[in-house]
């Protein structure tokens, strides 16, 4: 059988920060022995003053010994070893080389040699942190630092530098060496002079607070209260007894000279947000060694957080949980759930329910689970109690919903029919989703209807009843959509979308067509590997037709199979690409509203924008204003939390901008807006997809691989530009204007790109048709 691709299809980067454009920051120091007890001061400091803020620490070293390096990685979780050219700095031309001061002076400008981070933050090892470091992870261009104290504006003090992608070069690593080799740099501390003779002044300044030297308190004067790193600079360090006349001073490095039990509970103390890795990191330990339940529950539901949840389950189930703790029966419960450990979780949420602060979760939990195993009856009842509990609780309402709803009438026979394996969206979700199941069955016909399709709910629990019906089928569909994703909807059966046990998916005995699928992970996320993995590779092998919506999808797919099933895995684009071609009847609309859509997703918002979220709302405030003299701008909200954005513009900017509920809209309604604006700036994968169908231009906001799997497989890779663009309103206002200059061409070639992923489609529905009959 044929696997046809686009003829001129440019091989997948699959890189997720690559097509994302997120950035990727580091902080990094240079260590050794005799600074080591001031080095692990700074991480103790780091982690108490910044709870929510975990990135990648570089350590620079040139002879550490191992116990050094353990005691690093016990006290963060990022850690990155990375030894120094010690030779490199030999030809420099001023200087005792024997001098262990000048000799560490150079080693800190190994970190322009650092290639792999997009921003990189030095610290002295000499430094403490004590206050919020938001302003310099959010810096985006230039090489920032605080000027020197005793030397003005001029120069800069290297103690923390925020370094970016354009200084983390080979061309600007040159000119330092040059300038070392050269000796023509001041004699002070030797990387601050080289640097200060390269840059000349040329820096991006920072408040004295973010390098406040101790020399500042000589009398011993108290630290301001808003002073945020805290630099030693001198000979005498506290760790080495200090010195005379910045008592106070000292009394605030001491603050975080800790042993590691004294600094997981303060830690676990934090108040505000704890960043997962770190709560992970510093509370594992801490419930090993004292077995402390609240520990354990937020460690926990850390773990869950980030899909981790067999780890999850593993530190509740370390502790004894009294009966009357209502909130860590309740979270070993979503974690048993998610392991599809269902009988054990139900007793767990049911010591939950006695909680009144905790009832209304622990039964809409508990109705999920009656639902996944299909007991509408009794999924019913626990979300009628958890609103009765609780008259607001949203997912109470959700499940009181979808477990009393009806389901269709099914009018064809057997025979006739396909399976459909599917997420079929409940009123007021996704748009995307909810448009998605149609547009799959489109792909095989005309009818959609229940005649022709037995639908199977990818969430509910696929067990002996349900394989008896789609073996009663002529076939099995499974797509489309990014059903590879880790987290909607967790199950231990298959950990993807589909609760699947292997030996239930190995019974099925007819052919199996996955239609349209995509690889969902975000940049940042990963899957429970050997799982999902194992029905992974069974669920290619059973396939007739393996088809993914995008070669990065496929990349990412063949990468976790044996190469002998490769071949199998093909290309099949979403079929809301091609809706023109698959609604019978289309007419492309004769008129077009002078409108903009946009739409930005909010879903795993720290995935999607790390630390540039005020950056990406201030530029989208910008390119609103002018796209506003383009036409009229929208905001279309495939679910209720995209509304966001434009109470986020209203709040933050000043910026009205009406929203249309996209949640509310049927199938055909979704088509009709997409198809009669003139472009839709998304962000959510169909928000691109679904209009570039109806043959409407679009440009997308990428936060996620997928917008930029598509782009690249229809050969307009300029039709997508990154939430972390460093100028993000300027290129959307100028492609806006570009593709509205001349809107008949711009429609042509969505046209002409949608062709071609027709012919894709054709040539496989070819196949289909051999595979499943008729």
Not at 249 to 262: I, Q
Not at 603 to 630: P, S, T
Not at 705 to 725: N, Q, T
Request: glycine fraction near 8%; proline fraction near 4%.
């Amino acid at each position: 059988m044929t696997t046809p691709t686009l003829s001129a299809a440019p091989g997948p980067v699959t890189d997720a920060s690559a097509l994302t454009g997120k950035r990727k920051i580091a902080f990094a120091s240079f260590v050794d022995e005799n600074y080591l007890p001031g080095f692990l001061a700074l991480l103790r400091s780091l982690a108490l003053s910044n709870p929510g803020v975990c990135e990648d620490f570089v350590v620079l070293y040139d002879d550490l010994r191992p116990g050094s390096i353990a005691q690093i990685r016990a006290l963060h979780p990022r850690i990155v070893m990375k030894r120094v050219d010690a030779d490199r700095y030999d030809s420099y031309k001023k200087g005792d080389q024997d001098n262990y001061l000048v000799r560490k002076a150079y080693f800190i400008l190994d970190v322009f040699r650092i290639r792999e981070y997009d921003t990189v933050i030095t610290l002295d090892t000499d430094m403490v942190v004590l206050g919020d470091l938001t302003e310099l992870l959010q810096l985006r261009e230039g090489l920032a630092a605080v000027p020197q104290f005793f030397y003005g504006q001029h120069k800069l003090n290297s103690g923390l530098l925020v370094i970016q992608r354009e200084y983390l070069s080979d061309a600007f690593c040159a000119k330092l060496d040059q300038c070392g080799r050269s000796g023509d740099y001041e004699l002070d501390k030797h990387d601050q002079g080289i640097l200060n003779s390269v840059l000349d002044g040329d820096f991006v300044r920072l408040d004295a607070r973010y390098n406040f030297v101790k020399r500042r308190l000589s009398g011993d004067l108290p630290v301001p209260e808003d002073t945020a790193i805290l630099h030693f600079t001198g000979r005498h360090k506290p760790w080495q007894g200090g010195e005379a006349g910045y008592a106070q001073a000292e009394e605030r490095w001491r603050e975080f000279e800790l042993t590691d039990a004294e600094f997981q509970a303060a830690y676990l103390e934090s108040q505000g947000g704890l960043h997962h890795d770190l709560l992970v990191h510093y509370g594992t330990p801490h419930v090993a060694r004292t077995g402390d339940v609240e520990v354990a529950r937020k460690v926990a539901a850390a773990h869950i957080a980030s899909g981790d949840y067999q780890d999850a389950v593993d530190v509740l189930e370390s502790v004894r949980i009294p009966l009357d703790e209502a909130w860590p029966h309740e979270v070993l419960g979503h974690a048993l759930m998610s392991v599809s450990r269902y009988d054990e979780a139900k007793a767990q949420l049911l010591l939950a329910t006695a909680a009144p602060n905790r009832a209304a979760t622990a039964y809409a939990r508990l109705a999920q689970i009656s639902w996944v195993n299909g007991d509408n009856a009794q999924a019913l009842q626990h979300a009628t109690a958890g609103i009765s509990v609780d008259p607001t609780h949203r997912p109470s309402r959700l499940w009181v919903q979808r477990a009393a709803a009806v389901p269709a009438q099914e009018l064809g026979a057997a025979e006739d029919q396909l399976a459909h394996v599917a997420f079929y969206m409940d009123r007021q979700g996704n748009a995307g989703d909810k448009l998605l199941p149609e547009s799959v069955r489109l792909g095989f016909g005309k009818d959609t209807t229940s005649r022709r399709w037995h639908s199977v709910h990818a969430h509910r629990l696929f067990d002996q009843a349900a394989l008896e019906r789609v073996n009663a089928r002529r076939g099995l569909v499974i797509g489309g959509g990014g059903l590879f994703i880790p987290d909607t909807m967790p199950n231990g059966n298959s950990a993807w979308q589909w609760n699947v046990p292997d030996e239930l998916l190995e019974r099925i005995d007819v052919p199996i067509a996955v239609y349209a699928v995509g690889f969902n992970a975000f940049d940042g996320q990963s899957y429970r590997a050997n799982r999902f993995r194992e029905s992974l590779q069974l669920l290619v092998e059973k396939s007739s037709f393996f088809g993914l919506r995008n070669h990065g999808s496929i990349e990412k797919v063949r990468a976790m199979v044996p190469a002998r099933l490769h071949d199998k895995i093909r290309f099949q684009p979403c079929p809301t690409t091609v809706t023109r071609q698959l609604v019978e009847g289309w007419r492309d609309p004769s008129f077009r509203e002078d409108t903009i859509l946009i739409n930005a997703a909010y879903d795993r918002a720290g995935l999607r924008f790390g630390h540039d979220y005020d950056y990406f709302l201030a530029q989208m405030a910008k390119a609103v204003r002018d796209l506003g003299e383009l036409a009229e701008v929208r905001c279309a909200a495939h679910s209720l939390d995209d509304e966001k954005i434009a109470f986020d513009l209203r709040r933050e900017h000043g910026i009205s901008m009406p929203v249309i509920p996209m949640y509310d809209f049927e199938n055909d309604e979704i088509r009709d807006l997409y198809a009669r604006t003139k472009l839709v700036i998304g962000m959510r994968g169909h928000a691109g997809m679904i209009p570039f169908g109806c043959g409407t231009p679009i440009i997308s906001l990428i936060s996620h691989p997928k917008m930029a799997y598509f782009l690249r497989d229809i050969e307009r890779p300029e039709w997508g530009v990154s939430v972390h663009d460093r100028h993000l309103a300027a290129r959307l206002v100028e492609r806006s204007k570009d593709l509205l200059a001349d809107h008949a061409k711009t429609v042509a070639d969505v046209h002409g790109r949608q062709q071609e992923l027709w012919k894709i489609t054709e040539a496989n529905a070819a196949d289909l048709r051999v595979i499943l009959g008729g």
